[in-house]
Antibody, heavy 121, light 106 residues
Framework: QLQLQESGSGLVKPSQTLSLTCAVS??????????WSWIRQPPGKGLEWIGY???????YYNPSLKSRVTISVDRSKNQFSLKLSSVTAADTAVYYC?????????????WGQGTLVTVSS | DIQMTQSPSSLSASVGDRVTITCRAS??????LNWYQQKPGKAPKLLIY???SLQSGVPSRFSGSGSGTDFTLTISSLQPEDFATYYC????????FGQGTKLEIK
């Protein structure tokens, strides 16, 4: 059974960089046919897709966040990471990582439990 | 960018009711539409993928239909555990979610 677990700093100061990691267990992050996404949810609000990285290493980002987002993968540790720069209070949210299965059409079939990141001085 | 609009934003219903939630895309997305259920404090759970395919383990009272720009999620007979927030999500062009529909007990 695939499992995803987010980790990282729960408190980030304004203008600094948010950094999170998603550890994948029960399967290889290098398996073909999947991409790996970050999704966030501000308190009391809806879901916002941040971006994903393919098993090949190609990345795609939400245009509204593209200038501040970097998603990378560490195959040796079977994990992928999110960096979001120049954060403000509007970036306070629960951050989820998820597997994006591509067949027959893409969908998020496995999710982490989520981790709350608060942006505050 | 493809925008996803759900209606209604909230809905009150009773156990045993038939409920329909609608999702509209700003352009055609073929059948690249998924539905998720989220309960408070939990990660979303996949219900329907490719517009009408039921995810393994999801009760058959859930069904999805539509293609192009208009989609529906139907719950045939509401159960107590179905009161939650539902999201549609397109995967035709990168990814985007609808704003959610909160299903509450009447």
């Amino acid at each position: 059974q695939l499992q995803l677990q987010e980790s990282g700093s729960g408190l980030v100061k304004p203008s600094q960089t948010l950094s999170l990691t998603c550890a994948v267990s029960g399967g290889s992050i290098s398996s073909g046919g999947y991409s790996w996404s970050w999704i966030r949810q501000p308190p009391g609000k809806g879901l916002e897709w941040i971006g994903y990285i393919y098993h090949s290493g190609s990345t795609y980002y939400n245009p509204s966040l593209k200038s501040r987002v970097t998603i990378s993968v560490d195959r040796s540790k079977n994990q992928f990471s999110l960096k979001l720069s120049s954060v403000t209070a509007a970036d306070t949210a629960v951050y989820y990582c998820a597997r994006d299965r591509g067949d027959p059409t893409p969908y998020f079939d496995y999710w982490g439990q989520g981790t709350l990141v608060t942006v505050s001085s | 960018d493809i925008q996803m609009t759900q209606s209604p934003s909230s809905l009150s219903a009773s156990v045993g009711d038939r409920v329909t939630i609608t999702c509209r895309a700003s352009q055609s997305i073929s059948s690249y539409l998924n539905w998720y259920q989220q309960k408070p404090g939990k990660a979303p759970k996949l219900l329907i993928y490719a517009a009408s395919s039921l995810q393994s383990g999801v009760p058959s009272r859930f069904s999805g239909s539509g293609s192009g720009t208009d989609f529906t999620l139907t719950i045939s007979s509401l159960q107590p555990e179905d009161f939650a927030t539902y999201y549609c999500q397109q995967s035709y062009s990168i990814r985007a979610f609808g704003q959610g529909t909160k299903l509450e007990i009447k």
